[in-house]
């Protein structure tokens, strides 16, 4: 961009902003930006994967924006936060606390990328996306789970904005606080704001046409989460919790290109861990009695304790899960719920020896996504699924069982084990519907129904889908959640028999 434009448009900004009360986070009005406004208070542990972003000089930190992990070592945050001279010069993240001024610990920050067309506008803030590099992996982190490309939530729908938070009664900026808004069509926006031509398709409007409500003055970069999904970034807004003036988030689902080739790699890194992330969608409850094979894998560290994936007991000392549960753990931070029915209680739990993946996976493709896991004590009581011959082959519409700690489209309880049945799906017609966007190997399975509506989505990847008593794949990925024409894919465990027999002599 011209300097002599930037100018301009700096200097307009500053005006609009004084003369319609535009708050925003920028190297032009330091400190300001979004803080959350009559909100309620929250814990750290309900948003495990948020960050306070700091100015860090003469030893202490300054929060300046809010950020949220996408993986261990990067956080997605405002182009605008990064854009900020004094961080770059001296930036750090507290994680892990409820407070933006103690307790957590800090992370110190190696680089900063901002996208390649951001631009303060007048007065909006367009291609408002940044990314934080840490120095060193952060193991314990937990990523936020990324919108799918494109996907809308509709108008009404109430989402979550968290933060560090003033209210306009007591100033209280100090604990992480969250407010519920609706979701607000782009036209009732644009209507709004007729004249300014500033707001885009990378761009989410909600809040209240009353106003009382808002993210405001303090916590940009935080996020905007969609039934557990982050689906925008806290960008802007026009004053504080204003009648008829909403706040602004960047579309996490509409990012377009020209971030660079860093952004790009980093980003294509996370979509593709996230698309396998599996949950049980539109099942129905399960017992253990009934599947005593099926355990959850677990991510315990001194502040969080979260379920992250199912698995299966093939023997008494090893479990079968998918390759990028394994890659999320390690034996110093998993522990193994066997014999429950609930994910959170009851069972037994067991320690983790060593954790391996197949040294041929890809997040890229989803191929050889088969993982395992050593307990460190025999579980000598335990009942063992039973694993199909090398080669075995599972003819289309077969019906099997796919099981895991679910989640469905309303508003069930996850807590305990759910089950769903679908029809195998043949190769040609699973590699059809995944046409121009994935490939579809020798060694996936890949199960549902073409209307989708059910499935095993968001969030229990490794556990097992059940064919005759037989485990015939392992939960991987998919695209959406119960999208038609878009089948469930899982690791085919006959075409990796060979390779569990080997490290494990099952």
């Given at each position: 961009m011209n300097p002599v434009w930037l100018v301009l448009m700096i200097v307009a900004a500053q005006t609009l902003g004084k003369q319609f009360g535009l708050v925003v986070c920028s190297r032009r009005q330091q400190g300001s930006s979004y803080r959350i406004v009559n909100g309620t208070y929250a814990v750290i542990d309900d948003y495990p994967f948020l960050v306070s972003v700091q100015r860090w000089s003469k030893n202490e930190g300054s929060h300046i924006c809010g950020g949220t992990f996408v993986s261990d070592q990067w956080i997605l945050t405002a182009g605008h936060c990064v854009d900020d001279p004094e961080f770059r010069q001296g930036g750090i993240v507290r994680v892990e606390?409820?407070?933006h001024a103690s307790g957590g610990i800090f992370?110190?920050?190696?680089?900063?990328?901002?996208h390649d067309s951001f631009d303060y506008g007048s007065p909006g803030i367009d291609y408002d996306y940044g990314l934080i590099k840490l120095v060193a992996r952060f193991e314990r982190a937990v990523p936020v789970r990324l919108v799918a490309p494109y996907?809308?939530?509709?108008?009404?729908?109430?989402?979550?904005?968290?933060?560090?938070?003033?209210?306009?009664?007591?100033?209280?900026?100090?604990?992480?606080?969250?407010?519920?808004?609706?979701i607000v069509r782009q036209e009732v926006c644009k209507e709004i704001y007729e004249g300014w031509e500033t707001i885009t398709r990378r761009m989410i409007c909600a809040g209240y046409a009353a106003g009382g409500q808002d993210a405001c003055e303090g916590d940009s970069g935080g996020p905007?989460?969609?039934?557990?999904?982050?689906?925008?970034?806290?960008?802007?807004?026009?004053?504080?919790?204003?009648?008829?003036?909403?706040?602004?988030?960047?579309?996490?689902?509409?990012?377009?290109?020209?971030?660079?080739?860093?952004r790009e790699s980093v980003m294509s890194e996370v979509r593709a861990k996230q698309k396998m992330s599996f949950r049980i969608v539109n099942g129905t409850e399960a017992t253990i009695v009934s599947y005593p094979y099926v355990v959850s894998i677990q991510r315990w560290t001194p502040r969080v304790k979260q379920h992250i994936c199912g698995g299966t007991l093939i023997s008494e000392s090893w479990v079968l899960t998918a390759a990028h549960c394994a890659d999320k753990i390690s034996p110093t931070t998993v522990m193994v719920r066997a014999n429950s029915s609930f994910f959170n209680r009851g069972g037994k739990l067991h320690r983790v020896e060593k954790v391996i993946k197949h040294e041929r996976f890809s997040y890229a493709t989803g191929d050889y996504d088969f993982g395992l896991l050593k307990l460190k004590q025999r579980y000598r009581r335990g009942t063992f699924v039973k694993l199909p011959e090398r080669r075995r082959r599972f003819p289309p519409a077969e019906r099997c069982t796919a099981m895991g700690w679910g989640e469905t489209l309303g508003r069930e309880s996850r807590e305990q084990l759910r089950q769903v049945v679908m029809p195998i799906v043949s190769q040609a017609l699973c590699r059809k519907a995944y046409e121009g966007t994935d490939e579809i190997t020798a060694r996936m399975l890949c199960a549902g129904y073409p209307e989708g509506m059910r499935d095993a989505c968001d969030g229990d990847s490794g556990g097992p889908l059940i064919c005759r008593g037989i485990q015939a794949g392992v939960i991987s990925w998919a695209i959406g959640c119960a999208q038609p024409n878009k089948y469930?894919?899982?690791?085919?465990?006959?075409?990796?028999?060979?390779?569990?027999?080997?490290?494990?002599?099952?």
């Open positions: 606390s409820s407070f992370l110190p920050i190696e680089r900063t990328v901002l996907k809308r939530f509709p108008p009404g729908e109430l989402c979550t904005v968290v933060g560090w938070g003033m209210t306009k009664k007591t100033g209280d900026r100090e604990q992480l606080r969250m407010v519920r808004l609706p905007l989460l969609c039934r557990g999904i982050q689906a925008g970034i806290t960008s802007w807004g026009v004053g504080c919790a204003k009648a008829n003036r909403y706040g602004f988030y960047a579309n996490v689902a509409n990012q377009p290109t020209g971030y660079g080739s860093t469930g894919v899982y690791s085919s465990i006959a075409e990796g028999r060979e390779w569990i027999r080997n490290h494990t002599g099952v």
